[in-house]
């Protein structure tokens, strides 16, 4: 993850998944092109000889810019929707433990879909096979914008910088906070 939050003109993120982050470089030198506000600002300068720069942790669009609020068909979305647990045992997962199933498999005509995959463990994965009596927890379904921002909320998320939740209103359970290389 970059170091600088980037929020829309309504002081909302710019997006929320992934969430609008970007690196500090590109951070500063929007800002000396007059794109965007700086709320806060590192404690950290970068210095040259000749120099200082300080160094944006959160910025503002000067504009509105509608954000596109298609939900991509991926991997990652369909995890996140399922809230990282199989769909089959219930159990939560690591995404590295985690794989998608079709629930109707492919050999008997299922489809790469919101509606026919599901995340699911090694272990139950293994034991569906080709079975089509068995049925996921949860019928999946495809989730809209907003309803996808509900589910990452739900999600642990490691940020650069403390001051970043009052804009992210996060559950404070699952912020984990990692400062900077440049701290
Ligand atoms: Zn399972």
Not at 138 to 158: G, N
Request: include cysteine; charged fraction near 25%.
């Amino acid at each position: 993850m970059g170091e600088v939050l980037v929020l829309n003109a309504d002081v909302q993120p710019y997006r929320w998944n992934p969430l609008s982050v970007v690196s500090w470089k590109w951070g500063i030198k929007s800002y000396y092109l007059g794109k965007i506000d700086v709320l806060e600002w590192y404690a950290h300068e970068c210095r040259s000889p000749s120099t200082r720069i300080k160094i944006p942790s959160v910025v503002i669009l000067h504009e509105y810019h509608r954000a596109r609020l298609r939900v991509n068909f991926t991997k990652r979305n369909i995890f996140i929707r399922d809230l990282h647990r199989c769909q089959y045992c219930g159990k939560a997962f690591p995404v590295i433990e985690l794989t998608c199933d079709h629930v109707l498999p492919r050999s008997h005509g299922g489809q790469n879909s919101w509606e026919n995959i599901v995340t699911c463990c090694r272990g139950c994965n293994r034991r569906k096979g080709q079975r089509t009596d068995i049925r996921p927890l949860r019928e999946p379904r495809e989730l809209d914008y907003w309803e996808m921002v509900h589910a990452v909320k739900q999600m642990q998320i490691t940020v650069p910088d403390p001051r970043w939740q009052q804009y992210l209103q996060w559950p404070g359970e699952l912020v984990k906070i990692r400062h900077p290389h440049f701290l």
